[in-house]
Every structure is written in C-alpha cells, then in structure tokens.
C-alpha cells in the first residue's frame, strides 16, 4: 500500500499531504479536527535533510497551531549511513528530532505513529516509535536489526538466534512481534480511520511500552526493571 492509498484511508475528510524527496508533510482532518501529517515514504533512510524537515514541521505546528494532534507516516530504511551524514553529525540531527517531539508533547500535542511499510532501526527510533502511541498495519516490516548482522555483531551463530526467534520476540521482526513487545500499541486490519480517532482520543504522555510489553508475555523484565530503578528497589520479575 503506497502513501496516498494510506493517507487516502486515514482521512477521509480530506487531507492536504504534500511529498518531496520522500518526505511527507501537511494537515488532513480527523473527526472534524484538524491535525498536522508528517512522515517518510519509498523506504527513505533518515538522514539530516529529513530530520530537519520533520522536526521543523513539528516546531512549526507547535509555535503557529498549539495543541494540534500530529501523525506520523513511517516507511524508512533506517539511519542514512553515508560519510556525510555522518561527518554532520547524523546523531545530533536524529536528538534534535527527538527533542521536538517531546518539546511537542509537553506542550500538550498528541502523537500518534503509524508504520504502514517498513520500519528500521535509528530512522523509526526517531520518528514512529518516540510517539505517544505507536501502530502498524499487518503488512508492515518492523526490526531493529536483521539477525545475519545481529549475528555478526553479537558473534552469536545465526542458528541459535533463529532458534531463540522462535519463541523470544525480541529477537525477531515484525509487527506482531513488536505488538507483544509493547512497542507497537496495536495493529489495524481495517477501517483506518476510526482507529486513528480512537488512537488519538486515547493517546498521551504516558510511557506504557515496558507495562504492555510485560502484559503481553514479550518483555518480562522491562517493566520490573524500570519500576526498580524509579523506586530504589529491588526487581520483581514476574
């Protein structure tokens, strides 16, 4: 499903979405409101032309259209690795982008992340997955690593992280797998557009990853962890 077809879906009361060089902007209307769309499309990587692009759209909605709902669209390779980006220093591109959605936040917008292709590493870190709630539709291809490079990485033999992919979410992509990991906050099989008014009359500041993740038998130890370090106590494991 390409952008149009999913914006097309999403907002069926009209949308005003615009794309240069892979990366989305403009607003659309959700249950009578109007909300400000940014994203990425063609498997783009992020790189430092995209992170500015995105986090002035979001700077911008927050300074002219307070408390504006913004949505975002991933389909992204990843981080852009080329030795410019990386002698610009990618890295404080990618904070800066982190930044403004959380400056967004706290200024009272609502965020909500949508991965409607493809999700990779630094690029969705930055984009979908730092939203107050992050979706997928079922086809989506979510990882933060494919397990040939976790092999290589980890020196960890690329059978034994298939094996554990059997059964261990982290170990392996997709959007199911990031459901029971509490990364992804839910998947949509149909009518996009009530699951987008419903997603962003619920979203908010709250981090609930690590609680759904433990709920959902994916992340075990994440919210203990978590709880104890805010707390000063000891872990609790489930």
């Given at each position: 499903m390409n952008?149009q077809?999913v914006?097309d879906?999403?907002?069926?009361?009209?949308?005003?979405?615009?794309e240069r060089?892979?990366f989305?902007?403009?607003?659309?209307?959700?249950g009578?409101?109007?909300?400000t769309?940014?994203?990425?499309?063609?498997?783009?990587?992020?790189?430092?032309?995209?992170?500015l692009?995105?986090?002035?759209?979001?700077?911008?909605t927050?300074?002219?259209h307070?408390?504006?709902?913004?949505?975002i669209?991933?389909?992204?390779?990843?981080?852009?690795l080329?030795?410019?980006d990386?002698?610009l220093?990618?890295?404080?591109?990618m904070?800066?982008?982190g930044?403004?959605?959380?400056?967004?936040?706290r200024?009272?917008?609502?965020?909500v992340?949508?991965?409607?292709?493809?999700?990779?590493?630094?690029?969705?870190i930055?984009?979908?997955?730092i939203a107050?709630?992050?979706?997928?539709?079922?086809?989506a291809?979510?990882?933060?690593m494919?397990?040939p490079?976790?092999?290589r990485?980890?020196?960890?033999?690329?059978e034994r992280?298939?094996e554990l992919?059997?059964d261990?979410?982290?170990f392996?992509?997709?959007?199911?797998n990031?459901?029971?990991?509490?990364?992804?906050?839910?998947?949509?099989?149909e009518?996009?557009?009530?699951?987008l008014?419903d997603?962003?009359a619920?979203?908010?500041p709250?981090?609930r990853r690590?609680?759904?993740?433990?709920?959902?038998?994916?992340?075990?130890?994440?919210?203990?962890v978590a709880?104890a370090?805010?707390?000063g106590?000891?872990?609790?494991a489930?």
């Amino acid at each position: 499903m390409n952008w149009q077809q999913v914006a097309d879906a999403l907002f069926p009361q009209g949308h005003r979405i615009v794309e240069r060089d892979c990366f989305l902007s403009g607003e659309a209307q959700v249950g009578g409101q109007t909300v400000t769309v940014i994203g990425t499309t063609g498997h783009t990587p992020i790189g430092v032309e995209i992170a500015l692009a995105q986090a002035s759209a979001i700077l911008d909605t927050v300074r002219r259209h307070p408390g504006r709902a913004i949505v975002i669209l991933v389909d992204t390779e990843g981080q852009r690795l080329r030795r410019r980006d990386e002698m610009l220093g990618i890295n404080s591109y990618m904070a800066h982008l982190g930044k403004c959605v959380e400056l967004a936040r706290r200024r009272g917008h609502r965020i909500v992340g949508l991965v409607y292709d493809q999700a990779l590493s630094g690029g969705f870190i930055t984009s979908g997955l730092i939203a107050d709630a992050c979706y997928a539709l079922p086809e989506a291809t979510i990882r933060v690593m494919g397990l040939p490079a976790m092999a290589r990485i980890t020196k960890v033999p690329l059978e034994r992280l298939e094996e554990l992919a059997q059964d261990n979410p982290v170990f392996a992509p997709g959007a199911e797998n990031y459901l029971r990991m509490g990364g992804v906050a839910g998947i949509w099989h149909e009518n996009l557009a009530a699951a987008l008014e419903d997603a962003l009359a619920q979203a908010g500041p709250q981090d609930r990853r690590a609680e759904l993740g433990l709920e959902r038998g994916g992340r075990k130890l994440a919210f203990a962890v978590a709880q104890a370090v805010r707390t000063g106590s000891d872990v609790q494991a489930a």
